[in-house]
């Protein structure tokens, strides 16, 4: 079952995204090298708290931390910890908070100091890959047109879909139907209706698909070794033109 929400909820899931855009914003300036991950985690799980929410992961199905951030092979779902961010990472960073019981959930790849070119590459296809999977998410078209849109950019581009791992409608829990892969829906294919409200979160591999999990029971990195990406958007679906509900990244990027 596909929940249709209200014009009033998707006002309540913005703010909810709106405070995982504040945690963004207030992490970005200590993405740098020296700093520990579990350092990034404290400080997130201060500002959404700080703000009366509630951080979304922690807990959910034991996951231990508030953030996510994997590094470099690292896919998605990695912990917080003792590792020190070194020049030349690449650090997928996912947030999640529930305000109002309502979820909001968005990951940015950031970079600390210099990366090669095709990283550069890499990081800036799975970004198009998901606005071209938001411009997709539109009344009457189907599921299968976001998921395509994503999956075409980023084959086009000689990068890989990461299959293991999928978007997901959001709303009063953190993962509800649909799930939105990054590739043709294997089974169903439901048409897209005004209300519904999706997570696109393209997760993408310079080299092949395949992921690992690691011994955490969580961690998962490309099996290959080579670099992953992975950006995250919750969109609703209106009568028109897609709304997206989690904050801009040059929104986020801006100071204030
Ligand atoms: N955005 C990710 C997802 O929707 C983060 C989930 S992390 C978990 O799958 F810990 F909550 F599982
Ligand atoms: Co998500």
Redesign the pocket.
């Known amino acids: 079952m596909i929940a249709l929400r209200t014009e009033k909820e998707l006002d309540l899931m913005e703010a909810a995204s709106r405070i995982v855009g504040l945690v963004h914003r207030t992490i970005k300036p200590l993405v740098r090298a020296g700093v520990t991950t579990a350092e990034l985690d404290r400080v997130a799980e201060e500002v959404i708290r700080s703000h009366g929410a509630e951080p979304?992961?922690?807990g959910?199905?034991g996951?231990p931390?508030t953030i996510?951030i994997s590094i470099n092979e690292q896919v998605?779902?990695g912990i917080p910890g003792n590792r020190v961010l070194e020049p030349g990472d690449i650090v997928s960073i996912?947030?999640?908070a529930k305000l109002a019981g309502y979820y909001g959930?968005?990951?940015i790849t950031r970079t600390v100091g210099k990366i090669s070119e095709a990283e550069e590459k890499l990081l800036k296809v799975t970004r198009e890959s998901l606005f071209k999977g938001i411009e997709a998410a539109r009344p009457g078209d189907r599921l299968s047109d976001i998921c395509t849109a994503v999956q075409d950019w980023v084959e086009q581009h000689n990068f890989s879909v990461v299959r293991q791992?999928v978007?997901?409608g959001?709303g009063r829990k953190?993962?509800e139907d649909p799930a939105v892969p990054n590739y043709s829906p294997p089974d169903r294919n439901p048409r897209l209706r005004k209300g519904m409200v999706l997570?696109i979160?393209p997760m993408v591999n310079m080299g092949k698909p395949e992921v690992v999990v690691a011994k955490d029971g969580?961690t998962a990195s490309a099996e290959d070794g080579l670099p992953s990406a992975h950006f995250?958007h919750v969109v609703g679906i209106t009568d028109g033109d897609p709304r997206v509900l989690t904050m801009m990244e040059e929104e986020i990027d801006t100071p204030g």
């Open positions: 979304a992961f922690k959910y199905h996951y931390a996510c998605v779902h996912d947030i999640g959930d968005q990951a791992f978007g997901h959001i953190l993962h997570a979160e969580w995250e």
